[in-house]
Nanobody, 120 residues
């Protein structure tokens, strides 16, 4: 069984920073792409940033230059460093990972979400 567990959300003032973490655990054979998504109230879930196993990244236009995604392949963990936060970044942030389990099944797994609130 594979699990993704996020941490690091919270309340921050505009202009502040937060670092989210997402650790994958369980019977993992290989992890391909890892990504962060967010969903604000009344809006659809959107891709924020993604990183493949080789380290190539891509970002939503709204966060380019402010957010940085990275991963630790030894710890099976993906991070999202968020700087210069704005109120419009307020959302529940979810991580996802494309994982092949030890049984060789491949699927997209999701974390439970962590709340990020940007407010003064």
């Amino acid at each position: 069984q594979v699990q993704l567990v996020e941490s690091g959300g919270g309340l921050v003032q505009p202009g502040g920073s937060l670092r989210l973490s997402c650790a994958a655990s369980g019977s993992i054979f290989s992890i391909y792409a890892m990504s962060w998504h967010r969903q604000a109230p009344g809006k659809q879930r959107e891709l924020v940033a993604a990183i493949i196993s080789g380290g190539q990244t891509n970002y939503a236009d709204s966060v380019t230059g402010r957010f940085t995604i990275s991963r630790d392949n030894v710890r099976n963990t993906v991070y999202l460093q968020m700087n210069s936060l704005k109120p419009e970044d307020t959302a529940v942030y979810y991580c996802s990972a494309d994982i092949r389990s030890s049984s060789m099944r491949r699927g997209l797994y999701w974390g439970q979400g962590t709340q990020v609130t940007v407010s003064s």
